[in-house]
């Protein structure tokens, strides 16, 4: 009786610890529930911050671009207001100079011509004398 009464009472035990064990269990998961929740919050708040983050980001790109855009417009509008206005004495500027240089080149080319025409004479006549000299002798 004894013999029966030991295994009636590991039997017992038994029924105990398994009903312990699923009870600790079920606390186990259910004490892992707010970490697990936590967790998850966690991803989805770190989710919606980078796609806030993203597209702000994208949207001050696009907005600086615009407005980089405008500004090289409107320096390139710029340019060409200013470029028109001073075009026109620029041409002037540059047609006087070359008409100047033009002039100058002219007239001292002229001058070379008739230094070059000088020089030839000379020669010719020193030739001729030296030719006179030779035949005297």
Do not use: C, W
């Not at 697990?36 to 708040?45: F, L």
């Not at 004495?89 to 008739?114: G, I």
């Amino acid at each position: 009786n004894s013999a029966f009464r030991f295994e009636e009472r590991l039997r017992l035990l038994e029924t105990s610890f398994n009903e312990y064990r699923q009870t600790n269990q079920v606390d186990g998961d259910v004490s892992a529930i707010p970490g697990i929740v936590h967790q998850y919050m966690d991803q989805q708040i770190n989710e919606a911050v980078r796609e806030a983050v993203q597209t702000q980001t994208d949207q001050l790109q696009d907005t600086l671009q615009r407005e980089n855009d405008e500004f090289l417009r409107d320096i390139d509008e710029n340019m060409k207001n200013v470029l028109k206005g001073i075009l026109p004495r620029v041409e002037e500027s540059v047609n006087a100079t070359l008409e100047a240089e033009v002039l100058t080149r002219s007239s001292h080319s002229s001058k070379t011509s008739y230094a070059v025409a000088a020089d030839l004479s000379e020669m010719e006549l020193k030739k001729i004398l030296i030719e006179k000299m030779e035949g005297n002798r």
